[in-house]
Structures are given as C-alpha cells and as structure tokens.
T-cell receptor, first 117, second 113 residues
Framework: AQKITQTQPGMFVQEKEAVTLDCTYD???????LFWYKQPSSGEMIFLIY??????QNATEGRYSLNFQKARKSANLVISASQLGDSAMYFC??????????????FGAGTRLAVHP | DAGITQSPRHKVTETGTPVTLRCHQT?????MYWYRQDPGHGLRLIHY???????DKGEVSDGYSVSRSKTEDFLLTLESATSSQTSVYFC????????????FGPGTRLTVL
C-alpha cells in the first residue's frame, strides 16, 4: 500500500534561517506526484509545491524547494529564509492512481513548524 | 483562490441526527473530493466524484454518503452522526486532467455530541 511518512511531529527554526521538513514515501507506481501543503492556525489547506516522479529538476516555488531523491524515496521540503508567517502545520502528500484512471491524495500526519524571532 | 466554499463552517449536532455538508465551486471543475482531518492522520479520503451523478468511495466511507446532482455542488451526508465522526471536513477540487494538484475549501468543523 502506498504510504507517506513524516517523522518530525514538530520542528522549530530561527527567523531568517533555512529549515528542512522530512517526507518519505512508499509506492510501487512508476508515475506519481508529490505535494506539500501548508495549514496555518486559521485552518485552510494551502498548496505549496509539486514534484512529478519523472521531473529531473527539483521543484522550486519562491522560498520553497522540494529536495526530491527518488532512489531514497524522499521528498523533503526546504524553506529558505524562514519568516514568522511560516509557522504552521505542513503536510506531505502523494498522488495515488485509482481504478478508472482517477486519482486521490494520500497524506502524511504532518509536521508542525514554529518559527522563532 | 479556487472558488470553493463550504457550508456550514461550524456545526454541533447530537448523536443519531442526520447532517449534510455542502461544497460549492464556481469554476465548473469536474473532479471533487471530500476528506476528513483528524489528529495524527493527516487527511483521509471519504468520497470523490468525477462528474454529475458519478461518485465513488474512498478509504473511510463507512457512515457517509454523497450526492452530486449539479457540477458545482458536492454534498456529504452523515445519515446518523456518531461521535467518531467529529472531525474537520475538507472539500477539494482538481482542475482537470492536466494537473494532479487539488485545491481545498476552507473546511467545516463538525462536533457530534
């Protein structure tokens, strides 16, 4: 069965420093996608970044980058120059293909990040 | 902004009562999903839909039913609410075949007493 594992329940980082949030995945599919979402204390789920399994370059979106290591089945999120507003819960997710070609997302349990001034 | 609204945003109900949550989208997206979020579990798929009257079960569908009679609305019904269904419910849309990314509504916090 496909699975996402986030081993860090909580992390903290000093403002302006970089932080890496870990995510490992397990799948037997050759084609898959990996996502990171942010959930601030207000509760909404905000899409941050996507990496396809065939993408050779690591995805980047502003201060977010996804460190994709296919052989190790890891898809870590790197946040550069942390800001106080980055304090939130972060979820790693993977696209799983369903019957009929449809897909769903499976999520890890999340990592709570606290940015300290 | 993916144009997704959920109603109600908060609800408290009694065990055994029926509850319907509504997800409304304004951009005619074909694919819609219902997830629940519980501590330690991330989000888990309840039901999904790939068009009007086309729905299917996710991994935690027991006790839930859905309906989609219009493209813009995806309804989640708890036929007889139980305390184990206390959760935050998220609706999501996927814009189309060209992307796997799902965009989420603001969520509904449901408490079953």
């Amino acid at each position: 069965a496909q699975k996402i594992t986030q081993t860090q329940p909580g992390m903290f980082v000093q403002e302006k420093e970089a932080v890496t949030l870990d995510c490992t995945y397990d799948t037997s599919d050759q084609s898959y996608g990996l996502f990171w979402y942010k959930q601030p204390s207000s509760g909404e789920m905000i899409f941050l970044i996507y990496q396809g399994s065939y993408d050779e370059q690591n995805a980047t979106e502003g201060r977010y980058s996804l460190n994709f290591q296919k052989a190790r089945k890891s898809a870590n999120l790197v946040i550069s120059a942390s800001q106080l507003g980055d304090s939130a819960m972060y979820f790693c997710a993977m696209r799983e293909t369903l019957s009929g070609g449809y897909n769903k997302l499976i999520f890890g349990a999340g990592t709570r990040l606290a940015v300290h001034p | 902004d993916a144009g997704i609204t959920q109603s109600p945003r908060h609800k408290v109900t009694e065990t055994g009562t029926p509850v319907t949550l509504r997800c409304h989208q304004t951009e005619n997206h074909r694919y819609m999903y219902w997830y629940r979020q519980d501590p330690g579990h991330g989000l888990r798929l309840i039901h999904y839909s790939y068009g009007v009257k086309d729905t299917d079960k996710g991994e935690v569908s027991d006790g839930y039913s859905v309906s989609r009679s219009k493209t813009e609305d995806f309804l989640l019904t708890l036929e007889s609410a139980t305390s184990s269904q206390t959760s935050v419910y998220f609706c999501a849309i996927r814009p189309g075949q060209g992307t796997d990314t799902q965009y989420f509504g603001p969520g509904t916090r449901l408490t079953v007493l």
